[in-house]
């Protein structure tokens, strides 16, 4: 079998166009090595020396060891993170609780990481070898892919954590791709070996076969057991190459993350590639050439911050200054001393562009304010996160937001609705269009009601993603059937083995938005997996749909979707509409239309019922109660047009669901 | 110009709870306690009418169930209420009766006594519904009670009923309906069954098939056309009387007019304050009623309050008498809605000069939620 590996790395290097040398993986070998007699990658280590023209590293460098972890979403990998913590005492079982990395309450509640963070630890080896280790947790969901390429820049090596009841999935294969194109030692670990329908061996042949690198002798692990989570620390120390760096040279130190704390200003998390960096040092943030003082640098403890005297090559660490924007900071970006800079910095990072976007406005019209006050915040530790002002009739004030994915905006959400305490109302989340007008001006289109109408329109093009799925082959049909119905174009279908299947497909980004991981989820019975990126733009025959209530047009609904699904969509969405829409005193007429044809109709009734039977015994309050509750809610209602819409029947009408 | 109390005592004793009550009252309650009570009742009485012997003309003896204290208990705070009110000769005395906890001899006792009007709990005439909600009575004993109050001299008789309740249809209604109809009394309440959170109805009201929302709308036009076609004025949401049958106790919260609640749970309205008195029987008997309010009432309270009273009679709200009251006319926002409401006929206007009228015809008794929330949404309350 071909290991897929070799295509992905070409695809990268011929994007790029900066690597020269093809990495293939040669199974049986298991090894992933060059193919033109290039040094094996055991000896990686020192061609990256040698490529950075370094010598030897120093005693202190050989003893540190920089990793991530990388996996599928619900493969182990916080929990592997924690028995590490636990394992080398950086944590006490005493202090223990569940992700400990994860220390944002909706990433434990929803058991994902969404920031990546760094800690270190110590660990001795069975020779009495003392060594730290800095671990970078990583994300594992597609919308933050561009977190884990950060944090892996600043490793030497990565644990590849592989469910063994599951086998590689999606983003098991994305994730690699994305350590092997940052040059580092993937080190696999087969996770959750406790559970009955475990196949450790099957999951090794796997991961050789189509990651293609070695994994018979790889540590076979119960991460919630803790069974053999000592051989993943030995092989760190093993297989992991030191770092190297010149603690001589000037200093060169890669930002791969940064956050706000309100006492010490931008926490910056980087990792030192070249020199030394102590307290009041002047240092310089070369793409931007603003110049601070150091105030203080140190390490990451799993419950804080812990200051030392300096940080040199080789370590992962943090510096303060008292900056007070994360905005002054560019992930990616190279920190130098001030007075003697270095003459290579490193090349950054790509700035994300967010793929999916969505109006938020407040529920309640006069918090709008507050509203931006939060994405503000949220901005300071999310720099993928996009906003501007924008107006809708139906809604008033509000912002137009960019985010990196679906889940992504989820998360925006309910973080602004729980730590900034916001009542939200989101419209349905769209794509950028790309149209061209008959007199040839050229637009994109992030909100679907500035979608020029139909006769306006020369070409219309969406964005369309390469997507992957994995899936056992029973549900291959039915995904095959959900693709083709998405629009997709199928491109390639390859067996992992006797009952995996992978299967490529072309698809429009505005279809995977419409709850597509769902409906994926739902036709597999949760085991298939899915990974995209971005493609480019395609012509599409798109449409906008508008909804009148009451004869009048409510932007806030308006969306653009594919000509062949405007009259199905229209259909359930009036349907919802007439479900959600309390009745009121008047009958309410809802259409669909595209242009001016309407494509659907239903009618909410006249309310008929709306009265306090009793007042009894005199006791009035409970009538002043309700009608002041009326009154309360109806500040909060939404006109849209003659007709009152309070904001969770708004939510409910946008609400993705299944299409069946 | 101090217009005579309406006086209403609360008896919180019921033999047994119905499911779908979340008024005050206690079932199996020991006779020493109802002593206790009545006891408790008369201190009141003395209490708030002081040495000025306030004018009363109308008495409201409510429940609970007033019917299961003894007939002479209820004479007896009749009389002490003569005692310490000043009582019209042509007051207006209405006890609430189960019809399952009476007979002609108590009815016969408390017509004596001074009682003059009955207002009888029957709620249907159908056996399954009567159980459903665990009325503990039937509907021969709603016919037996009647009768009996007659026979002991009552000329002003009322009768609850109830819609929307489980099992409920048009047919079963109108049967309900055509039932009391027979009785031919004055005075008909109909309410729509509301399910109150904390009733067992409420709890357990998945087992149970309601009506839904254009059945139970369908049942309320039901009584409308029945009880309007047998000469019945429909003059508030819920109630029905012959001409000159009105309850005048309940027309004074209505009204705004002043009353004054004693016992458990009562609420007042009287020199301007509203208040009332806590649930616990116990702290009650022992002597602990401190008057509680909810909230102080602001002049544009009072006037939100006495616009949305208002509006459940069928008379509505009259300019002149606003002004009266007030000393100012209506409210410009009020005046606005009514004019954009009376436009799609949801509110009838009577433009008489000096006597300028806004009332909500009959189709908007039973959407007059949203209407007054139309009307009085925009006024500034504070």
Redesign the interface.
């Given at each position: 079998m071909i290991a897929l590996l070799r295509r992905k790395v070409n695809e990268i290097a011929l994007f790029q166009g900066e690597r020269e040398t093809k990495i293939e993986a040669v199974p049986g070998q298991g090894r992933l090595r060059d193919s033109v007699d290039k040094p094996m990658r055991s000896d990686y280590n020192r061609f990256k020396e040698f490529k950075n023209g370094r010598g030897l590293m120093t005693d202190r460098q050989r003893h540190i060891r920089n990793f991530s972890i990388i996996a599928h979403i619900d493969h182990g990998k916080s929990t592997l993170a924690d028995r590490l913590l636990e394992l080398t005492q950086t944590v006490s079982k005493r202090e223990m609780e569940d992700q400990v990395l994860d220390n944002m309450e909706l990433e434990r509640e929803r058991g994902i990481t969404i920031k990546a963070r760094a800690v270190r630890m110590k660990y001795v080896d069975g020779k009495g070898e003392e060594y730290v280790y800095n671990l970078i947790d990583t994300p594992g969901h597609v919308d933050f892919n561009y977190e884990v390429s950060r944090s892996l820049n600043a490793c030497e090596g990565a644990l590849l954590v592989v469910d063994a009841t599951q086998g590689i999935e999606a983003q098991t294969l994305a994730n690699a791709y994305l350590a092997a194109d940052a040059n580092l030692e993937i080190l696999p670990v087969i996770n959750k070996i406790d559970l009955p329908s475990a196949q450790v061996d099957k999951c090794r042949n796997e991961i050789e076969d189509v990651i293609g690198i070695p994994a018979q002798d790889c540590p076979a692990v119960s991460a919630k057991t803790g069974l053999n989570v000592e051989d993943v620390l030995s092989h760190i120390a093993t297989d992991i190459p030191a770092p190297s760096g010149d603690e001589d040279a000037p200093l060169k130190a890669l930002i791969f993350d940064s956050n706000y704390d309100p006492y010490l200003g931008v926490v910056i998390n980087l990792r030192v590639m070249d020199g030394r960096l102590k307290a009041g040092d002047r240092v310089r943030l070369m793409s931007t050439g603003a110049e601070y003082d150091v105030v203080e640098v140190g390490v990451m403890e799993p419950f804080g911050l812990v200051a030392v005297p300096e940080l040199c090559a080789g370590d992962v660490g943090y510096l303060t200054a008292s900056i007070k924007s994360v905005g002054e900071t560019r992930v990616g970006d190279t920190v130098t001393l001030a007075a003697n800079p270095t003459p290579n910095p490193l090349p950054g990072f790509k700035k994300v562009q967010p793929m999916v976007f969505a109006g938020i406005y407040p529920a309640d019209g006069a918090r709008y304010g507050d509203l931006h006050d939060a994405l503000e915040k949220l901005q300071l530790n999310d720099a993928a996160l996009h906003f501007e002002p924008e107006t809708s009739i139906a809604l008033g004030f509000g912002f137009r937001c960019g985010f990196l994915g679906l889940l992504h905006m989820e998360i925006i959400e309910e973080r602004l609705e729980r730590e900034f305490n916001l009542d939200l109302i989101t419209t349905a989340p769209s794509v950028i269009y790309h149209v061209v007008k008959r007199d040839k001006t050229d637009l994109f289109v992030d909100n679907p009601s500035r979608f020029p109408s139909p006769d306006e329109i020369e070409t219309a093009e969406e964005p369309i993603v390469s997507a992957t799925i994995i899936t056992p082959s029973q549900y291959v049909g039915s995904l095959m059937e959900l693709c083709q119905e998405r629009r997709g174009t199928y491109k390639e279908m390859k067996y992992l083995d006797s009952e995996r299947v992978e299967l490529y497909y072309d698809l429009p980004l505005n279809e995977i938005i419409y709850d597509f991981f769902d409906a994926l989820k739902s036709k597999s019975r949760g085991y298939a997996s899915l990974d995209y990126e971005l493609k480019g733009y395609e012509p599409s025959k798109l449409v906008k749909l508008d909804f009148l209530l009451n004869g009048e047009q409510v932007d806030a609904l308006s969306f653009i979707v594919h000509e062949e699904k405007a009259y199905a969509r229209a259909r359930k969405l009036a349907l919802r509409l007439k479900d959600n829409i309390p009745?009121?005193?008047?009958e309410i007429p809802i259409q669909a239309a595209v242009g001016s044809r309407i494509i659907a109709r239903e009618t909410v009734?006249a309310?008929?019922?709306?009265?306090?039977?009793?007042?009894?015994?005199?006791?009035?309050?409970r009538?002043?109660k309700?009608?002041d509750k009326?009154?309360e809610g109806?500040k909060k209602m939404r006109q849209l047009g003659s007709v009152q819409v309070s904001p969770e029947a708004f939510m409910a009408i946008l609400k993705l669901d299944d299409d069946e | 110009m101090n217009k005579p109390l309406?006086l209403?005592v609360?008896i919180p004793f019921c033999v047994r709870k119905c499911l779908y009550c979340d008024?005050c009252s206690y079932a199996g309650q020991t006779q020493s306690v109802r002593e206790r009570y009545v006891k408790a009742l008369s201190e009141q009485m003395e209490f708030y009418a002081g040495r000025e012997r306030p004018q009363v003309d109308t008495v409201f003896f409510?429940g609970g169930t007033p019917t299961c204290l003894e007939p002479n208990q209820l004479a007896l705070l009749l009389e002490k209420i003569r005692t310490c009110f000043a009582l019209s000769g042509d007051a207006e005395v209405t006890f609430e009766c189960n019809p399952g906890t009476a007979d002609e001899k108590a009815f016969a006792t408390l017509r004596r006594a001074g009682f003059n009007r009955v207002s009888l709990g029957a709620q249907s005439f159908e056996a399954e519904e009567l159980s459903a909600i665990g009325r503990i009575h039937t509907a021969p004993e709603i016919d037996r009670a009647v009768q009996g109050a007659r026979a002991a001299g009552f000329e002003r008789i009322s009768l609850d009923l109830m819609f929307g309740l489980p099992g409920q249809t048009k047919a079963s209604f109108s049967r309900t309906l055509e039932r009391a109809l027979v009785l031919d009394v004055g005075h008909l309440s109909v309410?729509?069954?509301?399910l109150e959170p904390g009733t067992p109805l409420y709890d357990r009201a998945s087992r149970y098939v309601f009506p839904d929302?254009?059945e139970?709308?369908d049942l309320?036009e039901t009584a409308c056309r029945t009880l309007g076609e047998a000469g019945y004025i429909h003059y508030e949401?819920?109630n029905f009387a012959r001409p000159g049958q009105a309850c005048r106790h309940n027309l004074?919260?209505?009204n705004c007019d002043p009353?004054l609640?004693l016992g458990v749970?009562?609420?007042?309205?009287i020199g301007g304050r509203?208040f009332?008195f806590g649930d616990g029987l116990a702290s009650f008997l022992d002597g602990d009623r401190p008057e509680r309010t909810?909230v102080e009432l602001t002049p544009a309270?009072e006037k939100?309050?006495y616009l949305?009273?208002r509006l459940?009679l069928d008379r509505g709200v009259c300019e002149r008498e606003y002004t009266e009251r007030f000393g100012e006319p209506f409210p410009p926002a009020f005046v606005a809605a009514a004019g954009r409401l009376a436009a799609?006929g949801?509110v009838g206007t009577d433009p008489t000069p000096g006597a300028r009228r806004v009332f909500l015809p009959e189709k908007s008794?039973?959407?007059?939620?949203?209407?007054?929330?139309e009307l009085?949404?925009d006024e500034k309350t504070e």
């Open positions: 009745r009121q005193l008047f009734k309310m008929r019922k709306d009265v306090l039977a009793k007042c009894y015994g005199g006791d009035i309050t009538k002043r309700l009608l009326q009154k109806k | 309406g209403y609360h008024f409510g309410y729509a069954l509301q929302e254009d139970v709308a309320y949401i819920s004074k919260y209505w009353y609640g749970s009562a609420h007042s309205y509203r009332y909810e309270m939100r309050d949305m009273l459940r799609s949801w008794f039973f959407v007059s939620n949203r209407i007054l929330s009085l949404g």
